[in-house]
């Protein structure tokens, strides 16, 4: 190593320095991080439900004018969100969905699932959750998989099974009353005024600025009111971990940390 032996004024001097490029380097990474894609688009496109819902929609099978939709989507760069009205069917409110990009890691206004359990530190806690979230989209098979890899005792079992059921009994009540306009009245009837507003202005969102306003102002009621279900459903899975968590020993704990390994690892079935 190199012997300086510098004044105080020098030493300074360096200081300054050492600061304006850890500054200019700041900045300049600062200055290419991508900016959010702020662009968005809509459009209305029919959602046709045959007579029979199991089937296609075809000349063996006709649309049924009431449960046939009309859709109003706005996409942007987290997504798709799609707003459905039932205008043969005056009884059934319109349904407010968003469907995330798969293909992002990460979304600027909406949450997902899936972020949340990315953002679970804990391995063990993180299995929980997926097998949770997995019970609220209805896919019971792979998150029991999950669970029965901790190696559950019948009383264990039977415990786990009714924590299992309030949680997905709770979260059925939180879609049903979102699908009928019930949960959070308020943000929803907020969502459909903002839509109203949007379709009395002519134009074309992407070249009107004006339009592309109200446009935003539809996406975030619905980000409000769409993020505030999830908050509400990760406590509930918070409520179904914490139960779960008190039913098992260190053992089964360290065999549900790996089950998503070994899943993974499994043979894929020769065809």
């Not at 209305?44 to 109003?72: E, F, M």
């Not at 989209?137 to 019948?154: K, Q, Y």
């Not at 099974?161 to 009994?169: A, N, P, S, V």
């Amino acid at each position: 190593m190199l012997q300086l032996d510098l004044t105080l004024g020098q030493k300074l001097q360096v200081i300054f320095v050492i600061c304006m490029f850890s500054l200019a380097g700041f900045l300049a990474f600062r200055g290419t991080r991508p900016v959010p894609n702020t662009s968005v688009t809509s459009w209305t496109q029919q959602r046709l439900v045959g007579i029979d819902p199991r089937k296609p929609v075809g000349p063996g099978n006709p649309a049924d004018p009431v449960r046939s939709a009309v859709l109003t989507v706005f996409a942007c760069h987290d997504g798709q969100l799609e707003i459905a009205e039932f205008p043969n069917d005056p009884d059934t409110r319109p349904i407010i969905t968003f469907r995330p990009d798969l293909r992002r890691d990460s979304y600027d206004t909406y949450r997902t699932s899936v972020e949340r359990i990315k953002s679970i530190k804990d391995p063990y806690k993180r299995t929980l959750a997926t097998a949770a979230y997995w019970f609220a989209d209805g896919r019971i098979g792979f998150g029991n998989g999950l669970i029965v890899r901790s190696g559950l005792t019948s009383e264990q079992a039977r415990a786990e099974k009714e924590l299992q059921q309030e949680l997905l009994d709770k979260i059925d009540r939180i879609r049903q009353s979102a699908k009928t306009g019930n949960y959070l009245p308020e943000r929803y009837d907020a969502v459909l005024r903002a839509l109203a507003e949007y379709r009395l202005r002519d134009g074309d969102p992407t070249k009107d600025s004006v339009k592309t306003a109200l446009a935003h102002k539809v996406l975030a009621l619905a980000a409000e009111l769409l993020n505030q279900q999830q908050k509400d459903e990760a406590k509930l899975i918070d409520k179904y971990i914490a139960g779960v968590d008190t039913l098992l020993t260190a053992d089964q704990k360290a065999k549900l940390v790996e089950a998503p390994k070994l899943a993974s690892a499994r043979p894929k079935r020769k065809s």
